[in-house]
């Protein structure tokens, strides 16, 4: 499989107009850790404004994270191309462990992949496929990826059932976080 050298394009990364400090953390964390995300803070920006802004910055694509009812939140994804229109899928976060919490040395990835292991859950190989394609990052093992990979997104499925998304740096295989246990995806939008 061939892969990209780096992230293809900029994404606009935002928040949801009244972020929690843990929302806008998770911000930051993935900010650091998936390349090409470009972290903007929203304000009062209308949704129209954060598209002016995208385009300011040359991103086709932006991720909102923001609160959802009693969760700790969501993340939407959303094309921008003239309209702004969301594209599955949406992804309904139960929590979060931070990058702080982790012992692994955090350091900001250069180049990424989506960590194709398997995990035999349908709904956890789909949002690993979705998330590649979204982000631009390919979809291949660990132990066959190219040389000057630094780092890889991986999705598992815990003890309780639930998806569990998080990033470790390669090749010491050391978890550096954000991780997210993700309660739901929503694949009709």
Known sequence: MPHSATVTGTILLTTSRRPTKGIRTLCR???????GLKRLNRGKMSLHEVGEKAAEFGAGKIVIVGRWKSGFGRIRLLKVNGTITQVPPCIHIRSIKPQREFDAARKP???????ETNVENPEAERLREGLSSFLGLPLMKTDQKPPDYCAAMRLAVDSSHM??????????NAEIGP???ISTVEWKI
Do not use: G, H, K, N
């Open 163 to 172: 998806i569990r998304l998080s990033f470790y740096v390669l090749p010491e």
């Open 109 to 115: 990835s250069q180049l990424l992949l989506a960590d």
């Open 29 to 35: 964390d993935l900010q650091r850790t998936i390349p």
């Open 179 to 181: 991780r997210m246990t």
